[in-house]
């Protein structure tokens, strides 16, 4: 995992800005403020956010997931697997601030 301290150095010394950095993008802190109440399969936060293309969902999703902030695991339904995401315990810490 590369996280955002370890692109920019200038940042180790102030957690707010790391904290900015990380959820800084038009649909990250929508995301996180859905994943706050319960995990959630891609279709389903794609369609909880009406405007965001496929392709825009799955690259905020992947630089959460490379932030720490976000993980996601296979939830197999027969043949058809979908990716369930949820909030990291280290992700978790981020709840209050969107409440």
């Known amino acids: 995992m590369v996280t955002t ?3 920019d150095p200038k940042l180790l ?7 900015i950095k ?3 993008g038009k649909w990250k802190t929508r995301v996180l403020w859905l994943l706050r109440e319960r995990p959630h ?3 389903e936060i794609k369609d909880l956010l009406p405007g965001v ?3 825009v969902l799955s690259e905020q999703l992947k630089q959460l997931a ?3 902030l976000v993980g996601a695991r296979e939830d197999r339904r027969g043949a058809v697997v979908f ?3 949820d909030y990291t315990d ?3 810490t981020l709840i209050p601030v969107l409440d």
């Not at 010394?13 to 904290?19: Q, S, T, W």
Request: glycine share 10%.
């Open 83 to 85: 990716m369930r995401y």
């Open 53 to 55: 293309s496929a392709k």
């Open 5 to 7: 301290t370890a692109r």
């Open 66 to 68: 490379d932030e720490g």
């Open 90 to 92: 280290y992700g978790r």
């Open 13 to 19: 010394h102030c957690p707010a800005l790391v904290a």
């Open 41 to 43: 399969h891609f279709g």
């Open 22 to 24: 990380a959820i800084s």
